[in-house]
């Protein structure tokens, strides 16, 4: 049974940085594309980030480029979200998600039917 479980979140000031962590098990990590979304309180879960199965790729929603980094390390069966100069805009709950993909270790997914695991989330709160 897969199970995704989250850390790192908390309260930050705007313009400061958090690390998100995600440790799998139950599933063979290197055949998962993994992703993060979030959920702010009366919207929608939307796409956050996504990774390919090599590591090699990478996709992010427009409002978190150049501040949000996805990276995973495949020998811990870890996927990590930096996100750097955080603004209000970015309070959420934030899930970790995975997509077995098979075939290509290229792409990625940004949407979230094409997740079939997903963790209990954690929650990031930017103080303005």
């Known amino acids: 049974q897969a199970q995704l479980v989250e850390s790192g979140g908390g309260l930050v000031q705007a313009g400061g940085s958090l690390r998100l962590s995600c440790v799998t098990s139950g599933i063979i990590f290197r055949d998962y594309v993994m992703g993060w979304f979030r959920q702010a309180p009366g919207r929608e879960r939307e796409f956050v980030a996504s990774i390919s199965r090599s590591g090699k790729n990478t996709e992010y929603a427009d409002s978190v480029k150049g501040r949000f980094t996805i990276s995973r390390d495949n020998a811990r069966n870890t996927v990590i979200l930096q996100m750097n100069n955080l603004n209000s805009e970015d309070t959420a709950v934030y899930y970790c998600?995975?997509?077995?993909?098979?075939?290509?270790?290229?792409?990625?997914?940004?949407?979230?039917?094409?997740?079939?695991?997903w963790g209990q989330g954690t929650q990031v709160t930017v103080s303005s």
């Open positions: 998600s995975a997509a077995r993909t098979q075939g290509s270790i290229w792409v990625t997914r940004s949407r979230d039917f094409e997740y079939d695991d």
